[in-house]
C-alpha cells in the first residue's frame, strides 16, 4: 500500500491545497491511496498545530479522474492531449517513467487535484469549520489582506470586512460569535488602529 501525503495549511492565501499528482494511473496499485491533511496553528496566528480530518482518494481513481477532467471537463481552447506512458505496473522502480503528462500545460496546474472539482465538497466543509469563534473562510480572507506594502487603511477595511463577516453570520447572537467580536476588537487593539 502506498500514500501520497501531503499537508495543507488551511489558512493559505491560495485557498486550495497545492497537491500536484501525475502518476499515471496503471503505476498505482488498488489499494493506493492520495491524503490531504489539513492543519491550523490553535489560536490562529500562533500555538501548537491541530490537524483536521484529511481527504482521502483512492490513487488509481484520482489519477483517472484528472485526466479526465483534463480533456472533457475542463473548458479550454488549448490542446487537452495527455502523454501516458506504457508497460506501467505497479510499485515501480525509481528509473521507471510513471509520470502522465500534459502536452500543454503552460501554468503548470496538470495534476493539481483540487482544481479538477473532486475535492470541492471537501474544501467547503472546512471552509465552514470555526477557529476562535470565527469561519476558517473569513479568517482566509482576512489574512490575504496583510503582506509588505499593506497600508493602515487597508488593515482597517480588512478588519472592518472581518467584522462584518461576523456580524452577518447565522449565528450572530451565540457566544462564540461575541467571541469572535472580542478577538476583532483586540486585534484592533493590537495593531493600534481604530475602527
Not at 501525503?5 to 492520495?34: H, M, N, Q, V
Not at 482518494?57 to 484528472?66: L, N, T, V
Not at 508497460?87 to 522502480?93: A, F, L
Amino acid at each position: 500500500m502506498g500514500i501520497e501525503l501531503k499537508g495543507w495549511y488551511l489558512l493559505a492565501k491560495e485557498a486550495e491545497p497545492s497537491l500536484r499528482f501525475a502518476a499515471t494511473s496503471a503505476a498505482c496499485a488498488k489499494r493506493d491511496l492520495i491524503v490531504v491533511v489539513p492543519w491550523v496553528l490553535g489560536n490562529v496566528i500562533s500555538g501548537s498545530p491541530i490537524l483536521f480530518e484529511p481527504y482521502i482518494e483512492s490513487a488509481q481513481y484520482a489519477a483517472a479522474y484528472r485526466n479526465y477532467h483534463w480533456q472533457a471537463l475542463r473548458q479550454t481552447s488549448q490542446d487537452t492531449y495527455i502523454e501516458i506512458p506504457t508497460n506501467v505496473n505497479p510499485y515501480p522502480v525509481k528509473a521507471d517513467h510513471i509520470l502522465d503528462r500534459a502536452r500543454s500545460d503552460s501554468g503548470g496546474n496538470f495534476g493539481r487535484l483540487a482544481r479538477t472539482g473532486m475535492m470541492d465538497s471537501y474544501m467547503q466543509k472546512l471552509n465552514d469549520v470555526q477557529l476562535c469563534g470565527i469561519k476558517t473562510l473569513y479568517w482566509r480572507q482576512f489574512l490575504k489582506a496583510f503582506h509588505d506594502s499593506t497600508t493602515d487603511d487597508q488593515v482597517r477595511a480588512a478588519l472592518e470586512r472581518l467584522r462584518q463577516s461576523v456580524q452577518h453570520a447565522t449565528d450572530f447572537p451565540s457566544e462564540k460569535a461575541q467571541a469572535a467580536l472580542s478577538i476583532i476588537t483586540e486585534l484592533t487593539r493590537l495593531l493600534d488602529i481604530e475602527v
